[in-house]
């Protein structure tokens, strides 16, 4: 999200849809809404649209996904929030072109739960990380660990090796102690 001098005048819209079967129509949609928006309006954020699928759909059938796509390309907002990735798409290849298509009308991604900034090379790495972990995002859930701090560990575990030189050794950060 933009940096907190340049909240002034930044437009969200909020999105979320049921991603399960199992969940109460409508239930999660508005304990997620009524979070974000308190949390973010709290922050300064002014919130221009809510957007919320209560099915469990593809992309071609969610009525208000693809509502806001029309008023992102309309230009009516800065942001899109989600409370993590999953809820958006459960698809890899999906999140990739959403992410493609909002960053074609200037409209960022965000997730309130999965820190990333994709305006940076290593913030679209760590999202490209994400967006590959995706299909494992169930079993990180149950360890509880997120897919941001999963891309993060993996990021810096390939940071720390020093390539292909012949007497390769992890740096200090991945020795572990005895």
Not at 10 to 17: C, D, F, G, P
């Amino acid at each position: 999200m933009p940096e907190n001098n340049k909240l002034q005048g930044v437009r969200v819209a909020i999105y979320t849809r049921n991603t399960s079967i199992e969940q109460p129509e409508g239930r999660r949609l508005y304990r997620d809404v009524q979070v974000l928006k308190e949390k973010y309006e709290r922050m300064g954020y002014k919130i221009q649209g809510i957007y919320s699928d209560v099915g469990c759909h593809g992309l071609k059938r969610r009525l208000e996904l693809n509502r806001l796509f029309k008023d992102a390309f309309l230009g009516l907002f800065d942001v899109v929030l989600v409370w993590d990735l999953f809820s958006l798409t459960s698809n890899p290849t999906d999140l990739s072109n959403i992410q493609r298509f909002l960053a074609q009308y200037n409209v960022e991604l965000c997730s309130a739960t999965e820190p990333f900034d994709t305006s940076t090379p290593d913030g679209m790495l760590h999202f490209q990380w994400m967006v590959e972990l995706l299909e494992h995002e169930h079993l990180a859930c149950k360890r509880d660990i997120s897919l941001s701090s999963l891309a993060r560990l993996i990021m810096t575990k390939g940071a720390c090796m020093k390539g292909d030189e012949p007497n390769a050794e992890p740096c200090i950060e991945s020795v572990r102690p005895a």
